[in-house]
């Protein structure tokens, strides 16, 4: 199982890493990219589809094609962890090292866009997204928000897949 979990964790960080950076860049390079998050978190969804396919192959090739609900959604549980938690060692890096000023991109273009949609209070968002930079100066909340960006998405895509996926052994024997 480790190693299963190893190779479709890793590949699927791979990509994960791979989308933020692009989408990242994105705020840096093309200052009139409207983001949306419908379109961020189906490609989320699409990503965290390896599980799927990661469940499925341990089910296939290890165990005879036979697998429980928990096993399944604990395999799934392992390669959501492992892809997740190489995009937050890897978003710490990037930020630190190559974008510290990411917020000061980021921040007006949330606040453009909520302009935009004709937000009410715009005097509120904007002291919602400072205190959001406040928060974002400890390590610590930096790792839980990268975490809950992309974990929970994850772990609903391994209960679904566990559910698909489940199969008893259908050989009884008769004693």
């Known amino acids: 199982m480790k190693r299963n979990v190893l190779i479709f964790g890793l590949v699927l960080g791979t990509i994960l890493c791979a989308n933020m950076i692009y989408m990242v860049n ?5 200052p009139d990219f409207k983001s949306t998050d419908v379109v961020g978190y189906t490609a989320l969804v699409v990503i965290f589809s390896l599980i799927f396919f990661g469940i499925r192959n ?6 005879g094609g036979v697998i429980s609900f928990g ?5 799934g549980t392992f390669i959501a962890l492992v892809g997740s ?3 937050v060692l890897v978003w710490l890096f990037y930020y630190y ?4 000023d990411y917020l000061d991109v980021y921040i007006p273009h949330v606040l453009k866009e909520a302009a935009q949609n004709g937000t009410s209070d715009l005097a509120a968002k904007t002291q919602e997204m400072e205190n959001f930079k406040q928060m974002y100066a400890n390590p610590l909340f930096v790792v839980l928000i990268t975490y809950f960006e992309v ?3 994850g772990l609903v895509v391994a209960l679904i897949s566990a559910l698909v996926l489940k199969k008893k052994n259908t050989l009884e024997i008769t004693g």
Request: net charge positive; glycine share 0%.
């Open 97 to 100: 090292l190559f974008v510290p």
């Open 58 to 63: 341990y089910r296939n090739k290890e165990l």
């Open 85 to 87: 938690t190489m995009y």
């Open 151 to 153: 974990l929970p998405i």
């Open 26 to 30: 994105l705020c840096y390079t093309n």
């Open 71 to 75: 096993k399944a959604f604990k395999v």
